[in-house]
């Protein structure tokens, strides 16, 4: 077996073993290539598994993307995606091959973090990804929907922050006529964002991805501050059983985000409304005078992060509570272990080797789930996958891990 990048010639093997890998059909490219979800491969990051034969059986690709990480850092990571195995040549470590490979080469380029969407979750913590963000869907029925005027005191003065009466306009275009507003209005929600990726302008320019950047047809609400200057957006259509589906809110605050609730909660001739990748901890639900109004479902992990250098990733992020920790962090898959003094002041971390006594040992596809502060040490702790060795070491590291903001992401790759 042998794992080798693929040529420029090969972007077809790539696709095809792909698709065969996932039982499916590849669809039909728009003429100019675009408009199908592999259009911005990057042929340089694709690793095929080839038999001694020459037969191709298996694939991973990666994208070059940001992440933005708790305190508003943004650092290059490796987006891993375009997974899979002929069914024929299953459980035989085609994939664990692919990833020694792949993450020798994602340290090669000097990135020291990768992350992916997990179509199964038992099978990427062998190799030392853990789950970082997550997901949801709210279903809002439009009748219960009523907006509560707010009770701090003041509020009305800044209306704005707690109704989402913003004083900006918003406007509906179809998606095929925005230009360049989406990507110039995710571009500036995702650095502010933490867990959020870039979306590079070649996924725009080829239309691949989900909706709104792919061509299926959908309307947009295009959210403009009093300025005219365009700051947020929900992509929607309107479908069966008067739902209204949204496929994602991107907004610069919480009031262009109400706001924009506000106009799709508003829609004539809608019973629901579908909000997906619906933000963890958004105030919505109780902005309404109906609690119940809003039921979540579909809850489950989304981003997954894998640390590749663990002092380096440690020093990148922003950190809110002033403490420090020593952390023992195994990495049985590629065969390393290291004992860090993590010491935080003023918002910055110093990380380096010591022989102190560990507060917490853990695996490092732990130290992924609690990396940007969506996942608490002491969840894992009382899961029985993180030691901790005295008491209040969970409960530090839960202050010390936290993010100013639930981390977040809604890219599909
Ligand atoms: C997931 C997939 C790529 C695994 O490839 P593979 O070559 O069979 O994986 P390996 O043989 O290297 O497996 C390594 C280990 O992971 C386990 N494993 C692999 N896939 C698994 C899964 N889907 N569920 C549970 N365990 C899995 C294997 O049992 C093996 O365990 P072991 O070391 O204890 O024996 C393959 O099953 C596939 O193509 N699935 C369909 C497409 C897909 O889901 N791709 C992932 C997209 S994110």
Redesign the pocket.
Known sequence: MDIRPTTDQELDVFVDTLHT??GRFPEAAAEDGGGVWWAALENDRNLIAVTADGRPV?TAGAYSFELTLPGGAVTPVAGV?G???LPS?????????MMRRQLADVRTRGEYLSV?????A??YG?FGYGPATYTRRLTVTRSQAAFAAPRARGAAADADAGSGSSSGSVEVLRSADCGDILEEVYDRYRRAQPGALSRPHRWWERRAGQPPISPAPRYVAVHRDADGVPDGYASYTLGESDTLKVDETIAADDAVFTALARFLLGHDLVSQVVFRHFPPEHPLRWQLTDFRAGQVDKDTDWLWVRLLDVPRALTARGWFVDGELVLDVDDPFLGEHGRHLLTVRDGKAECVPTDREPDLSLDVRDLGSVYLGGTAPSALARAGHIRAHRPGAAALADALFGAERTPHCLHWF
């Open positions: 890998a996932f298996g995606s997974v899979g195995v040549h299953r459980r035989q470590g085609v994939l664990s091959a992916l969407l997990a179509s199964e038992p099978i062998r």
